[in-house]
């Protein structure tokens, strides 16, 4: 009983922390129809750029730090990568996002020098606590908390202000939009913020679980993540949110039985089955080719 | 003759190498309602596009009351009072008919009481749906939402392309009644489209365009008798 409540406590938090990365691949492919291959790379660097500037600051300074830099990051990546081929086919904005991805993780590789860099300590979220028993950290019970809160303030955001309402009208329609006298790509800026914001947060509790940081340390949970939009249905948060949670809940249920080998083939059987037999996911909208 | 509000000059309009629009000039004179007549594929669209900043022209100038606008981006043409309501209608379809409306507002930071209030009256079927989604409505409402949408950015120039396109011959009548009323309110209004007898009857001023260039003008009334025009575009 323990054993499972403490499996499904972690299931949930690694869970929410797929989900923080999810909004950003979501939200972008809502945007743009962009599958954003760097994001799960955006999220290794907050990882990395935390461990650096911890050596060298309070970690109350280097926290706020790391995601601005992060958010940074992301718009930057936008306004340099993507923003110049907003007119150009699809397929190539897909391969400037690959290349995006191998720049990065190769920064990283320079900036770490191939060595596994150890993650700070974090205070307060890192102490152990026992929840029915199960011993296991606070960061375990702060994220899914956490997750929750900045999804409701996410979904109020794009329901209820002004530049939520332009990211609804943008995702589907450029060319109305524009004529509302709507900047797109301030709001196509806005979104990669968010994303980023989101991805930076999630790398502070997901990496606290992980004693170091590595270049490929975005690629896995970043893929998950991706999986976890799919399923959901991609363009849809909240479909994101639930296939995070699911998939971060199995994946750490199998982990605890003898089939622990099978815990990431899972999550991409889970993306082949989606896509085959339903390739619009729980949530998500037909499948519809914006003008 | 007052200066006209919107006055195009030699304007040219390029797709690869497709020449839409091949070197046209006219005027819209303020207050009036100005209608380009065409058939399918000769330029109109790209016409108003360009004017609306979604297109920049190869050559040629747009000015409006004497300020040159040419290949400004749509949200700075939106904010100097020229708003387009596009082919098709293009309303937002997840959003309710009131958020459609507020999103016409998009550029305005003022109250837009007295503008719903305005819109509503214009089209009092929009503020009986007002809480329904924009895309459950029908072609005819659907239509009176993106002119609704239009004039929350208070337009001084209001241009429409195709309005009667796929509406059944009562509600384009409404429509057509609709445009005439808000002209009366102030609004220049610059008209494209091919059911070229409605407009022409409406219409101060109509310019005809054949395959990127403009080959006759006149009132609407000389333009509805004109025999050439009777056989290619009234089917007379
Ligand atoms: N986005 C586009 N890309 C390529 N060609 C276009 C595009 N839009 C219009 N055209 C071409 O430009 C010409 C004029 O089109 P358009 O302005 O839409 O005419 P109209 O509105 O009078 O029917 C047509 O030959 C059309 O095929
Ligand atoms: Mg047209």
């Known amino acids: ?291 | 003759m007052r200066e006209p509000i919107l006055k195009i000059s030699d304007l040219k309009v390029n797709y690869g190498g497709i020449e839409a629009v091949k070197g046209i000039s006219f005027d819209v004179p303020e207050g009036e309602i100005v209608t380009l007549i065409g058939s399918n594929g000769a330029g109109k669209s790209s016409t108003l596009r360009t004017i609306a900043g979604l297109v920049k022209p190869v050559s040629g100038s747009v000015a409006l009351q004497g300020e040159d606008i040419t290949g400004k981006d749509p949200d700075a043409i939106v904010a100097r009072g020229v708003t387009l309501v596009p082919e098709g209608r293009r309303i937002f379809p997840d959003m309710t008919v009131l958020e459609n409306l507020k999103i016409g507002a998009y550029l305005r930071k003022d109250d837009l009481t007295d503008d719903l209030d305005w819109v509503f009256s214009l089209f009092p079927r929009l503020k009986e749906r007002s809480w329904q989604a924009g895309g459950t409505l029908s072609g005819g409402e659907q239509q009176m939402l993106a002119v609704g949408r239009a004039l929350m950015s208070r337009p001084r120039l209001l241009m429409m392309d195709e309005p009667s396109l796929g509406l059944a011959p009562l509600v384009v009548r409404d429509i057509f009644s609709i445009i005439q009323e808000i002209n009366k309110q102030g609004v220049t209004i610059l008209l494209i489209e091919q059911n070229a007898n409605m407009a022409l009857k409406i219409a101060d001023i109509g310019y005809v365009l054949e395959t990127g260039r403009l080959i006759l003008s006149g009132t609407g009334a000389e333009l509805l008798v004109n025999e050439d025009i009777k056989k290619a575009y009234l089917g007379a």
């Open chain 1, 1 to 291: 009983m323990q054993f499972f409540v403490s499996q499904i406590l972690s299931g949930i938090s690694l869970g929410g922390q797929y989900a923080l990365i999810a909004i950003g691949y979501t939200m972008v492919y809502g945007i743009l129809r962009l599958i954003n291959f760097a994001h799960g790379d955006v999220f290794m660097c907050a990882g990395v750029m935390m461990v650096f500037m911890s050596a060298s600051m309070p970690i109350y300074a280097s926290i706020p730090l790391m995601l601005v830099l992060t958010v940074l990051l992301g718009f930057v990546i936008e306004r340099a990568a993507y923003k110049p081929l907003r007119t150009a086919p699809r397929m190539s904005v897909m391969i400037s996002a690959i290349g995006v991805s191998y720049l990065l993780q190769n920064l990283a590789l320079y900036a770490t020098g191939g060595q596994p860099q150890t993650y700070p300590t974090l205070p307060f979220i890192s102490n152990s606590v026992t929840i029915l028993g199960a011993p296991t950290h606070w960061v375990t019970v702060i994220t899914p908390v956490l997750v929750v809160l900045l999804v409701l303030a996410l979904q109020w955001l794009i329901n209820h202000t002004k530049i939520g309402m332009a990211m609804r009208a943008v995702a589907k329609d450029f060319e109305t939009s524009q004529l509302m006298g709507i900047k797109i790509n301030r709001v196509i800026s806005v979104t990669f913020i968010i994303g980023s914001f989101l991805a930076a947060v999630g790398s502070l509790l997901y990496f606290t679980n992980y004693p170091t940081v590595v270049p490929l340390s975005g690629a896995m949970p970043g893929l998950k993540a991706f999986v976890a939009a799919v399923f959901g249905g991609i363009g849809s948060i909240p479909g994101a949110v639930i296939g995070a949670f699911i998939i971060g809940i199995v994946e750490t249920l199998i982990k605890g039985t003898s089939y622990t080998v099978f815990s990431d083939a899972f999550t991409f059987a889970l993306l082949i089955i989606i896509l085959v037999v339903k390739p619009t996911g729980l949530f998500g909208e037909r499948a519809t080719d914006k003008v």
